[in-house]
T-cell receptor, first 115, second 111 residues
Framework: DSGVTQTPKHLITATGQRVTLRCSPRSGDLSVYWYQQSLDQGLQFLIQYYNGEERAKGNILERFSAQQFPDLHSELNLSSLELGDSALYFC??????????????FGPGTRLTVL | ELKVEQNPLFLSMQEGKNYTIYCNYSTTSDRLYWYRQDPGKSLESLFVLLSNGAVKQEGRLMASLDTKARLSTLHITAAVHDLSATYFCAVDGSGTYKYIFGTGTRLKVLA
């Protein structure tokens, strides 16, 4: 158990809908990262937050957005869902967002299925 | 653009054999990470390599980093079935805060 929690574990929804994925980092970790893992695209970095502020953006679609709250939990919002958005979404956390190393600890993931 | 490439993508090996997975990256970085993912599971941190020449070992796995060649290797010694998993390397995009994963190497150890 990494100490990172994600909810829900599974999510099944229809095209065009909007969903919210939630992540709670390990105690003491200030950085949260979101990743999308699909069979054909591998593990794609989406976005990073550090202590409430956006720190880096990867291959995140405009239909997706995220935020990190004062208690450091984070939410990833996916809207106007398409079939291709079906994937495993991982959240990871680390202690430090810059200047040193970023060993990341991953949550169990949310499996999103868009029908 | 930072790119991280692993090879091989798939590796099937017999128990007891040795093999090496390679991770090449395209930008200057002295921070490289190895992770393991079991099927249907999350990723688990294996090694953190923070400088040129760094070598870390845990059981049958040994990781090393050559920042000048932009290359890291994960060496498997006397493989056992329990090592079957997908192994990812990842690199900090120096100065960008981006964290890029390699393509992954799916390892299958046959009894």
């Amino acid at each position: 158990d990494s100490g990172v929690t994600q909810t829900p574990k599974h999510l099944i929804t229809a095209t065009g809908q909007r969903v919210t994925l939630r992540c709670s980092p390990r105690s003491g970790d200030l950085s949260v990262y979101w990743y999308q893992q699909s069979l054909d695209q591998g593990l794609q970095f989406l976005i990073q937050y550090y202590n409430g502020e956006e720190r880096a953006k990867g291959n995140i679609l405009e239909r997706f957005s995220a935020q990190q709250f004062p208690d450091l939990h984070s939410e990833l919002n996916l809207s106007s869902l398409e079939l291709g958005d079906s994937a495993l979404y991982f959240c990871a956390s680390s202690v430090e967002g810059s200047g040193w190393y970023n060993e990341q600890f991953f949550g169990p993931g949310t499996r999103l299925t868009v029908l | 653009e930072l790119k991280v490439e692993q090879n091989p993508l798939f590796l099937s090996m017999q128990e007891g054999k040795n093999y090496t997975i390679y991770c090449n990256y395209s930008t200057t970085s002295d921070r490289l990470y190895w992770y393991r993912q079991d099927p249907g599971k999350s990723l688990e941190s294996l090694f953190v390599l923070l400088s040129n020449g760094a070598v870390k070992q845990e059981g049958r796995l040994m990781a090393s980093l050559d920042t000048k060649a932009r290359l890291s290797t994960l060496h498997i010694t006397a493989a056992v079935h329990d090592l079957s998993a997908t192994y990812f390397c990842a690199v900090d995009g120096s100065g960008t805060y981006k964290y890029i994963f390699g393509t992954g190497t799916r390892l299958k150890v046959l009894a």
